[in-house]
């Protein structure tokens, strides 16, 4: 574990585990994504935009200078913003894609910017692939392989496509609810953490499929 991500755990941890004791995950992201594609068909990176919980954001948004009482601006939010990004690029910003069965590497994080609404912090950035892909079939899973970031889609409209060819089609697979065994399991992992190179996690993955002719 970095000292940043050490630092982010420990200052998340200080906040969420008063009220969540037992619980864990410790931060719950409703996220929507899009994944964009090139005019000449090929995929070129993810789009994301992350919500996080009223708690986290209220504990993320200690500190942060602001001209107005309940609001901040893209541009007071500018600088931790880039905490975020710097913090996730060590665990893959969390996604994970492969293109007719072989893995798909992205670059790090472009365009990324927080807004404020509704006592939530939503993260917004833009994960380009270090090469387009063309595939027939693409599969992107979002999930932490810790288990201390839970992920689910928004409700509404949670994944779209972006300049993808007409005939592409688009679905997407939400994690199981977890077996009592598993449960049992999740309960322990304040005692017994997970590290990045697990791949429990992955039993609890948001996945999104692309297929094209």
């Not at 929507?32 to 789009?47: F, I, K, L, N, Q």
Request: with cysteine; glycine share 4%.
């Amino acid at each position: 574990m970095t000292h940043a991500r050490a630092l982010l755990y420990t200052a998340l941890l200080s906040c969420l585990s008063i009220a969540r004791a037992d619980a864990h995950p410790h931060v719950w992201v409703t996220f929507r994504s899009e994944v964009m594609y090139a005019s000449d068909g090929t995929m070129t990176g993810v789009r994301h935009a992350w919500t996080f919980d009223d708690m986290f954001s209220a504990y993320a948004l200690q500190g942060i200078a602001h001209a107005k009482k309940g609001q901040y601006t893209r541009e007071e939010l500018a600088s931790l913003a880039q905490t975020n990004v710097t913090s996730l690029k060590e665990y893959a910003y969390f996604t994970y894609a492969r293109a007719d069965g072989g893995k798909l590497a992205f670059t790090d994080a472009v365009d990324y910017w927080l807004e404020y609404k509704n006592s939530a912090l939503t993260l917004h950035f833009t994960l380009p692939l270090k090469s387009a892909a063309a595939a027939k079939a693409t599969a992107i899973e979002i999930y932490d392989p810790t288990i201390f970031v839970d992920f689910e889609f928004a409700k509404d409209k949670p994944v779209a496509l972006s300049g993808a060819p007409p005939a592409c089609q688009m679905s997407y697979d939400l994690p199981h609810q977890p077996t009592p065994a598993e449960q049992a399991r999740l309960s322990q992992l304040d005692n017994v953490p997970l590290d990045a190179s697990s791949t429990y996690g992955e039993t609890f993955a948001n996945k999104i499929f692309v297929k094209c002719p």
